[in-house]
């Protein structure tokens, strides 16, 4: 039944302004990475459809601007997510910190189902800088992922194209699982119904 | 300085025909004047005379503020970039046509020099004595040259001969002895605001720009730097150049338009201009409404980004800044929501036709929305001041407010920003 509906999975990026959120989605989704994007105002989205072993499914991809203040907007952009993504610039150990209080900041507004289970993956970005100037240790992230449920980690450079394509891999299969345990429900609720109904009309045959 | 000849008058009448033309009813003023009160009661000292001859040869001077220029036949862009156009390096494959328009933007008529004149020297005069006219040639663009002098007189930034007091540059300076808070987020943004313009990737054009965005975050503290100021204060800086004139510009936008509330941390304000535009949408572009209804379109996905940076975004940079002529002398909210029903409703057709929402946010968020135009600022523009103003007027827009004030509170978030505005 599902096979033949087109699955949507709705990605939300968040993150500190300037970490490389809208980067990481034109590497991926156009394969291309420029100094020139304009700041995000508000919100943006880049659609890539992906087949996931055998099964085609369109990644809406939501771009959002990094700024404190427009998480007043944030109801509107988050509601009906799969899958969360939060991205921190390896150089910033600021904006490493605040992945949590974006996570915090996500689960409130989003008014998610299952709290506990949804599906957060964290990508640290600008792997391609000098080492000296990487100021968050891999293993510093790694714990931290570790402490909110092992979180998915990855380190990526959208510049240089890497580890972009298996990050997204992730984000994708685990937005997927969150959107048919999603479906599971309401297909439950509909078959309710649908008895219900079929009761009251008797049967057709 | 008077008009001298015949032909001259000839022509002043069938510009004021058009004028009327344009203008069905004298209620086509009234954003204009209401707008215009508004700077008037703040104009301080008389302004200082610019001579004719002085505007005949500032029209027929080059610079890289033709960048904005088309030709007005076949809407081809006449430069390649504003380093060409300060150079006057035209394109290589221009039209018969894009030379003419190239000849005509250099040798104003008669006519033209006078109403600029005019303008120039009697500002408050000009506007109230001749409104319709003033709109006309608003609509038909301000003359590139004369553009900063002109936004300067709208913004109050500086007088006819384009100098700013000394109370602001002692501000100004000042203000920059400091450094913002949000420096490190203003710097980031300064390096992609319109980069494909060769301007804004100069270094002197950077630190000025960076200075202008820290002045303004230290100026109003409280409400700091929001991100979207930065694509206001592009335009300004782009035919201002000085950035005394451009920040003393910004802080005359924010005082006479009240925007703060839109910027502020809560962004009280936007959350009323939402509501506000819904009602307009609902009632000019019903069909389309319906669709989005229908399809549970949210229209704050887009007008978030609309609003906040004044469609610069995904604006081509000829319409932002003949939408700056209009702007900055009919008040910002009000064209800001005219220039959202028009793209709106000039979309309709297309955008009936889709029923995916995420293809409809897709169209609406990118550069696709003004395809429906065709690289014509002129056809945008006319759309844009041919819809029925009083249905953007101060007036009809604070009716809506009381409506927004008294609707049941339904979220949380509403609530705030209620809370915030009414108290």
């Known amino acids: 039944m599902s096979s033949r509906k087109k699955t949507l999975l709705k ?17 991926f989704v156009n394969g291309k990475f420029s100094q020139q994007y304009k700041a995000t105002i508000g919100a943006d989205f880049l659609m890539k459809e992906l087949v996931l072993d055998d099964k085609t499914v369109t990644m809406q991809l939501w771009d959002t601007a990094g700024q404190e203040r427009f998480q007043s907007l944030g109801v509107a952009f988050y509601r009906g997510a799969d899958c969360c993504v939060l991205v921190y610039d390896v150089t910033n150990p600021k904006s490493f910190e605040n992945v949590s209080l974006w996570r915090d900041e996500f689960l409130v507004q989003a008014n998610v189902k299952n709290p506990e289970n949804f599906p957060f993956v964290v990508i640290g970005n600008k792997i391609d800088v000098d080492e000296s100037k990487k100021l968050v240790s891999l293993k510093k992230a790694q714990q931290f992922c570790a402490n909110l449920g092992n979180l998915p980690l990855f380190q990526t450079s ?7 394509d298996q990050a997204f891999d992730v984000i994708a299969r685990n937005a997927l699982q969150q959107e048919e345990n999603d479906e599971f429900q309401d297909e439950f609720n509909d078959a309710i119904n649908i008895n219900l109904e079929s009761e009251n009309q008797g049967c057709a045959c | 300085m008077g008009l001298s000849s015949l032909p001259e008058l000839l022509q002043l009448e069938k510009s004021l025909e058009e004028a009327h033309g344009l203008v069905s009813s004298t209620e086509q003023t009234s954003l ?33 503020f033709n960048l904005a220029q088309c030709c007005n036949k076949c809407h081809q862009k006449l430069f390649y970039n504003d380093e060409c156009a300060s150079k006057g390096e035209l394109q290589a494959d221009l039209q018969p046509c894009c030379y003419e328009s190239v000849e005509r933007y250099k040798h104003a008529v008669s006519l033209d020099v006078s109403f ?25 663009g301000i003359p590139p040259a004369l553009r900063s002098r002109i936004w300067g007189l709208f913004t109050l930034a500086g007088n006819a001969q384009g100098t ?10 000042s203000l920059n002895k400091d450094v913002s808070p949000d420096i490190s987020i203003i710097v980031k943004d300064v390096n992609r605001t319109f980069p494909e313009i060769s301007m804004f990737a100069e270094y002197s054009t950077k630190t000025k720009f960076e200075n202008i965005l820290n002045a303004y975050s230290i100026f109003d503290s409280e409400m700091g730097y929001c991100q979207g100021l930065q694509f206001i204060v592009a335009p300004l800086l782009f035919h201002f150049k000085d950035d005394l004139k451009t920040f003393n510009a910004l802080v005359k936008i924010f005082e006479l338009n009240k925007l703060r509330p839109i910027y502020d941390h809560e962004m009280s304000g936007l959350h009323l201009w939402f509501f506000q535009f819904d009602k307009i949408f609902e009632t000019e572009v019903p069909e389309l409404y319906a669709h989005f209804k229908e399809l549970n379109i949210d229209i704050q996905m887009f007008l978030a980004q609309w609003f906040l940076s ?30 959202g029903i028009t793209v709106l409703s000039k979309n309709t057709d297309l ?31 006319d759309s844009v001041m041919s819809l029925p103003v009083n249905h953007y007027s101060s007036e009809h827009l604070s009716t809506l407010e009381d409506v927004f004030s008294k609707k049941g509170i339904e979220d949380p978030i509403l609530e705030r920003v209620k809370m915030r505005l009414y108290g």
Request: net charge negative; proline share 3%; with cysteine.
């Open chain 1, 11 to 27: 990605v939300i990026i968040l993150g500190d302004s300037g970490v490389g959120k809208t980067s990481l989605m034109q590497q």
């Open chain 1, 158 to 164: 959208a510049k240089e194209a890497v580890n972009i």
């Open chain 2, 32 to 64: 204009l004047l209401s707008h215009f009160e508004l700077i008037s009661s703040q104009v301080s000292s008389p302004s200082c005379e610019v001579s004719a001859d002085e505007i005949e040869k500032l029209l027929q001077s080059d610079g890289d």
């Open chain 2, 116 to 140: 600029w004149w005019f303008l120039l020297n009697s500002f408050p005069c000009c506007v109230m004595t001749l409104p319709n006219y003033t709109r006309l040639m608003l609509t038909h």
């Open chain 2, 164 to 173: 700013t007091d000394n109370y602001m540059e002692n501000l100004y300076h």
């Open chain 2, 310 to 339: 004044f469609f610069s975004i995904t604006i081509p940079f000829s319409f932002l800044i003949r939408m700056f002529d209009v702007l900055l002398l009919e008040g910002v909210k009000s064209t800001l929501f005219r220039v």
């Open chain 2, 351 to 381: 955008l009936k036709t889709i029923q995916d929402s995420e293809l409809i946010y897709q169209h609406l968020l990118s550069e696709n929305c003004w395809g429906i135009f065709q690289q014509d600022v002129d056809l945008f523009i």
